[in-house]
C-alpha cells in the first residue's frame, strides 16, 4: 500500500498572518489533512474567528496574538507552541502589507511600513524559529509576490520588500541545509477573495484587466496555493530547497502590471 504524502497527522503547522486570506487558506488545508496547526496574528478576533474554522475538522489548533515586527513577542508565540505541540515541522511565514502609490505619493512611514511588516517581520519569524524546528526535515516557507522579480510601479514598497524576502529564503537555505531543514518561497497571483485583490482590482473593470493579463485567464483559489505548500512540506517536496516558485497562473511572464487607473479609483473613493 502507498502512504500518503499528504497526511500530516502527528505533524504540527506554525503560520505566521494566519488569521485572513491566503495564510489562513494554507492553515485550513493542513488542518483538513491531520495537522495540528499554531496560527499567529495581530487580531484576536480573527484568531478567534479563524480558531473556530480550523477546528471544526477535528484536530488541535492554537492561536498566538503577536505583531511580526515585535522579535520578542515572535519568539515568545513560537516557543508556546513548541512547548503545546512540539517541535514545528512546516513553518510559514505570511505576514504582508500592502497599498497603492506612486514613489512620490508615498511617506517614508508608508514604506518603512511595508518594510517593517513583509521584510523585517519575515526575518523575525524565521529567525526565531529556527530553534523550535524539527530537524532534520523541517519545510520552511515564505510567502512572496512577483512584485519581488517584476518592476511595478505603485508597489516600490513591495517590491523592495519582496524582492528581500526571496533573498532571505535563498540564504538560509544555504545556511539551515545542514540542519536538514528546507527554505522556500511561494509567489501566489490573484488569488479569489483576498485583501490583496481587493486593493489591487479594487472595482469590476481592474478585475476584468488583471483577468486578461492572467494566461490561465483565472484567478486562483486559496487551495492553489494551498495545495503547493502541501507538496514542499511532504516527502514530494523533499529534495526541494532555495525555490522562489511562481504559483500565479503565469501572470508574472506578463511583466509590470499598470496600476495607474486602481490609484486613481483609490483616490476617488478616499
Not at 478567534?48 to 515572535?74: I, M
Request: glycine letters at 12%; charged letters at 20%; one cysteine or more.
Amino acid at each position: 500500500m502507498t502512504t500518503d504524502p499528504f497526511d500530516f497527522k502527528g505533524r504540527t503547522v506554525f503560520v505566521a498572518g494566519g488569521s485572513s486570506g491566503i495564510n489562513l487558506g494554507i492553515a485550513d488545508a493542513f488542518a483538513r489533512h491531520g495537522a495540528s496547526v499554531a496560527i499567529l496574528s495581530r487580531s484576536q478576533e480573527r484568531l478567534d474567528t479563524a480558531l473556530t474554522q480550523l477546528r471544526a475538522h477535528g484536530g488541535a489548533a492554537e492561536g498566538y496574538s503577536a505583531d511580526v515586527r515585535d522579535a520578542a513577542a515572535v519568539a515568545g508565540a513560537l516557543q508556546q507552541a513548541h512547548k503545546r505541540f512540539g517541535p514545528i515541522d512546516v513553518l510559514v511565514s505570511g505576514a504582508a502589507g500592502n497599498f497603492l502609490a506612486p514613489a512620490l505619493g508615498m511617506s517614508a512611514n508608508g514604506f518603512k511600513t511595508v518594510v517593517d511588516i513583509d521584510l523585517l517581520g519575515s526575518f523575525n519569524v524565521l529567525r526565531a524559529s529556527h530553534e523550535f524546528l524539527r530537524k532534520p526535515g523541517a519545510s520552511v516557507i515564505s510567502i512572496s509576490a512577483s512584485q519581488a522579480f517584476v518592476p511595478t510601479p505603485y508597489q516600490a514598497h513591495v517590491c523592495a520588500a519582496k524582492a528581500g524576502v526571496d533573498m532571505l529564503t535563498r540564504t538560509l537555505a544555504m545556511e539551515w541545509g545542514g540542519d536538514g531543514i528546507r527554505v522556500n518561497s511561494i509567489v501566489p497571483g490573484p488569488i479569489e477573495g483576498t485583501e490583496g485583490i481587493r486593493r489591487l482590482a479594487p472595482n469590476d473593470a481592474e478585475r476584468a484587466r488583471m483577468t486578461e493579463r492572467v494566461p490561465l485567464r483565472r484567478y486562483g483559489s486559496l487551495d492553489d496555493i494551498a495545495g503547493i505548500a502541501m507538496v514542499l512540506s511532504s516527502p514530494l517536496g523533499a529534495y526541494v530547497t532555495g525555490v522562489v516558485l511562481p504559483v500565479d497562473g503565469g501572470i508574472s511572464l506578463s511583466g509590470p502590471r499598470d496600476f495607474s487607473a486602481a490609484w486613481a479609483a483609490t483616490r476617488r473613493e478616499g
